[in-house]
């Protein structure tokens, strides 16, 4: 703490700047370093979100004489960690909007079409438009389905009514939402907050979204009117119990109050009332700002092929059957699984896709060379969690639950820190659009 304490604010810049400079001509040291491997391999990758665009463009660094091709109907690409940032004020909607092709590599070939049908039996991608590519290796990055029609009353136009938020579904919706949590954090009122009962992507943005709506509501003078209720799918906070323990103690300390085993299974907007299910049976809530974060599903074209889990805690959500160290499918040698569509313990964030993008590429060219790779993913996952505008703690951890600091001895990831808070509003989108291009 004493080292923290003796940097000024302008040396952390300092060092951030730096260590992404250094990270980044490190990287473009040792990809000068090694030679394409030349290959007519065919490789298609399905989805150009963050681990498809990774990808595409280590392919293109890595291979001379494959053809990469793209599938994604996508023109706009979201720099989704941000969007808690504008939905609570922090950005606007356009700090999270850019275009897909700006980050497609040159030689990559990027067919603008929605994936349709994967048939890893005849080692084919099918587009919307009934297009076949045939492929010797493909990448699954599709992402994940946001499912808001499996809670009963509730569709994606509804936010930014009624009271109802929800900040996953793009920048509009995340604006949206700012505007009714603010008017909330000044008139006070019920707030209620859930998390769903599937898998989900970055699950810290809901603990997230509740510090910021109730330190909105100190700042704003709403306070003392408002009531906060959290409500948690399982009996945790958080995967990793230390960390869990450490929010259940925030959340006290702010008076906002939990209740556990509560999924979210319909709405009355007209009524402001929702309906949760608990283990008992199911009970009603009413709200004045109710944040909902909707089921989360793997996309159709995955759940409806060979692809996903056949038994298990992943079978019925659809993500896929791959080794948790290497992304590799378990019963299709030649498909790899990278980003949220992957059916591991841990990872669906941002900062996975940084470190499963390598170890799935590295295991891709050494079957084009006929070699091994000893390359392997930990786990590893990270997730700014902020608790309040200015401070945030840097969580970072394994499969194991063993916390994995990128700072030992200086950022302690369990304290409320400035200098988390930056690297989360200012040094990681530059980090991120980096691995974008495969730099990171």
């Not at 996309?299 to 056949?310: D, I």
């Not at 659809?318 to 498909?335: A, I, Q, S």
């Not at 401070?391 to 369990?414: K, R």
Request: glycine fraction near 10%; hydrophobic fraction near 40%.
């Amino acid at each position: 703490m004493d080292r923290i304490n003796n940097f000024s604010r302008r040396d952390w810049l300092k060092l951030l700047t730096a260590g992404a400079a250094a990270a980044c001509a490190t990287h473009s040291a040792q990809a000068q370093a090694a030679q394409p491997v030349k290959t007519a391999a065919r490789i298609v990758i399905a989805g150009a979100g963050a681990a498809g665009l990774a990808a595409a463009s280590r392919l293109a660094q890595q291979l001379s004489g494959a053809q990469v091709t793209l599938v994604d109907a996508r023109k706009e690409h979201y720099y989704q960690p941000g969007f808690t940032l504008v939905g609570a004020g922090i950005k606007p909607a356009d700090y999270v909007v850019s275009q897909t092709g700006s980050y497609v590599p040159s030689g990559v070939q990027w067919v603008q079409e929605r994936v349709a049908e994967i048939d890893p039996e005849g080692n084919k991608v099918v587009t919307q438009s009934g297009q076949v590519l045939p492929y010797d290796f493909l990448i699954v990055a599709t992402g994940l389905q946001l499912e808001y029609g499996r809670i009963e009353g509730m569709e994606p136009g509804l936010i930014g009514q009624h009271g109802i938020g929800s900040i996953y579904n793009g920048p509009d919706a995340a604006a949206a939402t700012w505007g009714l949590m603010s008017q909330f954090a000044t008139q006070g009122g019920r707030g209620v907050f859930t998390r769903p009962g599937t898998e989900m992507k970055c699950a810290g943005a809901p603990l997230k979204y509740t510090f910021l709506s109730e330190d909105r509501a100190t700042r704003q003078g709403g306070r003392s009117k408002a009531e906060f209720v959290y409500f948690s799918n399982n009996a945790a906070l958080f995967s990793v119990p230390i960390v869990s323990e450490k929010v259940r103690m925030l959340f006290k300390e702010r008076n906002i109050q939990t209740q556990y085993h509560r999924v979210l299974t319909a709405i009355d907007p007209g009524k402001r009332i929702a309906t949760f299910k608990t283990q008992e049976g199911t009970e009603e809530q009413n709200w004045d700002f109710i944040h909902i974060i909707p089921p989360m599903l793997a996309p159709e074209a995955v759940r409806n092929s060979p692809l996903p889990w056949q038994s298990g805690n992943w079978a019925a959500e659809g993500w896929m059957e791959v080794d948790k160290g290497t992304l590799r499918h378990v019963r299709y040698p030649n498909v790899f699984g990278v980003g949220d569509i992957a059916g591991v313990p841990k990872g669906k964030t941002a900062a996975s896709v940084k470190w499963q993008v390598p170890v799935a590429i590295d295991h891709l060219v050494a079957d084009i060379q006929g070699k091994q790779s000893d390359a392997r993913y930990n786990g590893y996952t990270s997730c700014p969690l902020i608790t309040r505008l200015g401070q945030a703690m840097l969580v970072e951890f394994d499969y194991e639950n063993n916390l994995t600091p990128s700072f030992p001895g200086v950022i302690a990831p369990l304290e409320e820190l400035w200098i988390s808070w930056v690297m989360k509003t200012m040094a990681l989108k530059p980090t991120y659009i980096s691995m974008l291009r495969g730099q990171a």
